[in-house]
């Protein structure tokens, strides 16, 4: 198996991932696509990894059954993998989004008061402490 293999593998996951985000998030402007995308890249997917189980490994290692069985399981795997993968990159982005909204609503002054906090213990801190081992 080449890389480029493995790498198709990993776009088709990660599309089929981003299908499923659309559709859980009803993203309507590209729910089309999303549901077609959701029905066919299952398939490729499946089919690559049985092609990689029976085909490329000797025939007689895996039954037909079994190598399908297996392709299924991988492809719900990678599928899963992407999903989670997409689902912390829409998090973080969200959350960075309202972040900087917010602190750019406050001319960032929540910002600037909480570094001054913890500058002002953290260093109280370690006066403290060099003060007691005088």
């Not at 593998?9 to 990660?14: F, K, P, S």
């Not at 299952?42 to 069985?69: C, Q, R």
């Not at 990678?78 to 001319?107: D, H, K, P, S």
Request: include cysteine; charged fraction near 15%; hydrophobic fraction near 60%.
């Amino acid at each position: 198996m080449t890389v480029w293999f493995y790498f198709s593998l990993v776009i088709l996951a990660l599309i089929q991932a981003m299908a499923l985000w659309v559709l859980s998030l009803k993203i309507i402007r590209f729910e089309f696509t999303a549901r077609r995308l959701a029905f066919l890249v299952p398939w490729f997917l499946v089919g690559m990894l049985f092609y990689s189980n029976y085909f490329v490994k000797e025939e007689g290692s895996y039954s037909l059954f079994t190598a399908i069985i297996i392709s299924v399981a991988l492809a719900c795997a990678i599928v899963l993998a992407g999903v989670l993968l997409v689902g912390m990159i829409i998090i973080l982005a969200v959350g960075t989004y309202w972040v900087v909204v917010t602190l750019r609503e406050t001319n960032y002054s929540v910002y600037r008061r909480r570094v001054r906090m913890d500058f002002s213990y953290a260093w109280h801190r370690i006066k403290a402490w060099i003060e007691g081992e005088e």
